[in-house]
């Protein structure tokens, strides 16, 4: 059974820009959430996906949106960047909805000049 | 909403010595708790969590967690410590109603052990 993966690892962008960032759940995972960690936090939830369907949203704006696809990957698109957005972006998959446990992947850390 | 709180941002010990970190939760019911554990530059790796049942939880690498409904914490405790537990500690707080999409994570607690 292969892990969750993320890519990239690093990015950087500049202030306005639009970034789309990938991750790869484990197969038969049908459920996967996003998370922003700024530096020196804790994970914030930035949204979950199940079966292609939005399900559930933290307090995160509209210009970040997201994909999952029916082979188990999903996106993170974060338009008209901020400096705030900067940070590490987690994913984590769950084989099922109801499942409790949640698998992480290594994050991408995108960087906003 | 839930919320976690982790009392303590920075903690060293000794290598060999006994650990607990401390969290507490804010939840109207009994939550889903978990324990994380991020090495720098990584992604969480679960230690252990705590949903229903026996309030003592074992986890991975000698780990334990005790569940405690009078206090709302779930402290994480390790009998002796290793070097390589150095690492940032994450305790989170799910909803078995919302089925876990909106998870609440603490700001955490860094471990640092000294030789």
């Known amino acids: 059974e292969t892990g969750v993966t993320q890519s990239p690892t690093h990015l950087i962008k500049t202030r306005g820009q639009q970034v789309t960032l990938r991750c790869s759940s484990q197969?038969?995972?049908?459920?996967v959430s996003w998370y922003q960690q700024a530096l020196g936090q804790g994970p914030q939830f930035i949204f979950q996906y199940y079966r292609e369907e939005e399900n559930g949203r933290g307090n995160f704006p509209p210009r970040f949106s997201g994909l999952q696809f029916p082979n188990y990957s999903s996106e993170l698109n974060v338009n008209a960047l901020e400096l705030d957005d900067s940070a590490l972006y987690l994913c984590a998959s769950s084989p099922r909805l109801a499942d409790e446990t949640q698998y992480f992947g290594p994050g991408t850390r995108l960087l906003v000049l | 909403a839930q919320s976690v709180t982790q009392p303590d941002i920075h903690i060293t010990v000794s290598e060999g010595a006994s650990l607990e970190l401390r969290c507490n939760y804010s939840?109207?019911?009994?939550?889903?708790l978990f324990w994380y554990v991020q090495s720098p530059g990584q992604g969480l790796q679960l230690l252990l969590k705590?949903?229903?049942?026996?309030?003592l939880v074992q986890g991975i690498k000698g780990f334990e967690a005790e569940f405690k409904r009078s206090q709302s914490s779930f402290n994480l405790r390790k009998p002796s410590v290793h070097w390589s537990d150095a690492a940032e500690y994450f305790c989170a707080v799910g909803s078995p109603i919302y089925n876990n999409n909106d998870m609440r994570f603490g700001a955490g607690t860094r471990l640092t052990v000294k030789p």
């Open positions: 705590y949903f229903s049942g026996d309030t």
């Open positions: 939840y109207g019911a009994t939550p889903y």
């Open positions: 197969s038969g995972h049908n459920t």
